[in-house]
């Protein structure tokens, strides 16, 4: 089974920083890759998914990019609605394996 | 508005049984696939099952094979998980998602507590 390697499990980083999480799959993946963001008690919100397209209604400041085996999530400038635990996920298969997640806190 | 909502979770005893439901609306279920995922206290996503949009097709994760049976009401708008012989290790919030394609989940319950204990 393809297994999906989150880093850095946690980040401690300022309002307005700049803000790379990645994403490493077992095996190439191509670009089936989704990103998620979650907030506590919430369900999980789709962000980004093949690598690097945004779910509509998204906010221009999250990017993602890659393909293969590694990829990344961007915030290029954190807001303090953006600290929240993200998650990466393979796609395009039946078993939607998620990698262990990035929690994203305040410095 | 896309709605999914969950139901049907609750305290139960290891080794008994529980139905989850997710009736959903807002858009033509009979076109979707969707899925499971569960998230134990305190743990990252756990994806637990899939269902093609007839029905056809169903696929689970190793850890609740034989166990879990996902299924499908496309006349009621409603998606089920029978969760049979239910361990220690089955607790979690389960929440239903609507895949918008190859597998992304574009939408989301709120999630149903099951406690095993």
């Known amino acids: 089974d393809i297994q999906l390697t989150q880093s850095p499990s946690f980040l401690s980083a300022s309002v307005g920083d700049r803000v790379t999480i990645t994403c490493r799959a077992s095996?190439?993946?191509?670009?089936?890759l989704a990103w998620y963001q979650q907030k506590p008690g919430k369900a999980p919100k789709l962000l980004i998914y093949?690598?690097?397209t945004l779910q509509s209604g998204v906010p221009s400041r999250f990017s993602g990019s890659g393909s293969g085996t590694e990829f990344t999530l961007t915030i290029s400038s954190l807001q303090p609605e953006d600290f929240a635990t993200y998650y990466c996920?393979?796609?395009?298969?039946?078993?939607?394996?998620f990698g262990g997640g990035t929690k994203v806190e305040i410095k | 508005e896309v709605q999914l909502l969950e139901s049907g979770g609750g305290l139960v005893q290891p080794g008994g049984s529980l139905r989850l439901s997710c009736g959903v609306s807002?858009?033509?279920?009979?076109?979707?696939?969707m899925y499971w995922v569960r998230q134990a206290p305190g743990k990252g996503l756990e994806w637990v099952s899939f269902?093609?949009?007839?029905?056809?097709?169903?696929f689970y994760a190793d850890s609740v094979q034989g166990r879990f049976t996902i299924s499908r009401d496309n006349s009621k708008n409603t998606l089920y998980l029978q969760m049979n012989s239910l361990r220690v290790e089955d607790t979690a919030v389960y929440y239903c998602?609507?895949?918008?394609?190859?597998?992304?989940?574009?939408?989301w319950g709120q999630g149903t507590l099951v406690t095993v204990s």
């Open positions: 998602a609507k895949d918008g394609g190859l597998g992304r989940g574009d939408y």
């Open positions: 807002g858009f033509t279920f009979s076109n979707y696939a």
């Open positions: 269902i093609g949009h007839d029905g056809g097709n169903t």
């Open positions: 095996q190439g993946i191509s670009s089936y």
């Open positions: 093949g690598a690097s």
């Open positions: 996920q393979r796609l395009n298969s039946y078993t939607l394996t």
